[in-house]
């Protein structure tokens, strides 16, 4: 018994000392801690609690019945949907946004962020910076007003190319010409703001590795590619496991700001279709099957990626 005793005094003692260390740390840190409570809040109402409304997708939701007293129709909303008309379009469609903002528009910050590194002009730079971030601040709506104003026939595209000897066309009534403009004004508008946190892990590289390698004989270009680049990259990996996470979550807002019949054939995404068949055509049920379908494919890329970077660089967001 007393050996038994002895052995089981030190778990209790442990988690005593975890309380009270806790409790401590809170009252070391209160105004850190009431800070962090906001964020708490935020992400419990309006994040963990609708989850509760991820029920409809299995159920016949009628407001009048409210949630639990719908009809259970379990998975026939995510058959009609796997085996409708517009399932492969809005896939291929979603998949094909997302790759081609990943391959542009992921290495772009990178990039501006590389070059801003390098200038030592400190006006220059400070004006690029802030030059590049404005168009993040803007509206959505104000931005797609711009991009169908420049676009049209009459627009300041269509003046270049008619200048040059071109003929006029409507470029967002051209399926083929709006995921071009789709990615590249998202390039546009948000390059200056993705700098941020590559300028801010560039400031964190030891300049005693950049006095080695010029001791080496390294030039400004050999520096960039074995100095600079390995510093950043644990950042450059932990942001594409997140932008892979978030796949196929082209967001609605721009689509349907910028899309039309004419172009559904190219621009409709799964979004775009959860949104006209929730919001427009009052189907609940369906509609949430569709997006907590594209709630775990974006989860099991989220957890495939974090898997793959951890077995083939140990850099992982757990």
Aim: proline residues 4%.
């Amino acid at each position: 018994m007393s050996a038994i005793h002895q052995e089981a005094t030190p778990i209790v003692r442990d988690s005593t000392q975890t309380k009270s260390g806790l409790l401590l740390d809170i009252r070391k840190n209160k105004l850190l801690y009431l800070m962090l409570l906001p964020v708490l809040l935020y992400y419990i109402v309006f994040h963990y609690g609708p989850m509760y409304g991820a029920l409809i997708a299995f159920k016949d939701f009628s407001p009048s019945l409210g949630i639990l007293g719908s009809e259970w129709v379990g998975f026939e909303h995510f058959k009609t949907f796997f085996t409708g008309a517009y399932f492969w379009r809005t896939i291929k469609n979603t998949i094909l946004i997302s790759l081609y903002e990943l391959i542009f528009g992921f290495p772009a910050p990178i990039i501006l962020a590389l070059l801003l590194n390098e200038v030592k002009h400190s006006l220059f730079k400070r004006t690029v910076q802030t030059v590049t971030y404005m168009p993040h601040f803007i509206s959505l709506v104000v931005i797609c007003g711009i991009v169908k104003d420049f676009t049209s026939s009459e627009g300041v595209i269509n003046d270049l190319i008619a200048w040059m000897g071109g003929e006029r066309a409507t470029f967002l009534l051209d399926p083929e010409w709006f995921r071009p403009i789709y990615v590249s004004s998202g390039i546009w508008q948000h390059i200056g703001w993705g700098t941020i946190i590559y300028l801010a892990a560039l400031t964190g590289i030891d300049p005693e590795q950049y006095e080695a390698a010029r001791m080496d004989g390294a030039g400004r270009w050999k520096q960039l590619l074995h100095v600079t680049i390995p510093g950043i990259m644990p950042t450059i990996i932990i942001l594409l496991i997140l932008e892979t996470g978030r796949m196929m979550n082209v967001g609605f807002e721009k689509i349907i700001l910028l899309y039309n019949p004419s172009t559904y054939e190219t621009a409709d995404v799964v979004s775009s279709y959860v949104y006209r068949v929730g919001l427009q055509d009052f189907n609940y049920s369906f509609s949430s099957a569709v997006g907590l379908f594209n709630s775990a494919v974006n989860f099991t890329l989220l957890v495939f990626s974090n898997w793959l970077s951890r077995k083939l660089n140990d850099t992982s967001l757990w």
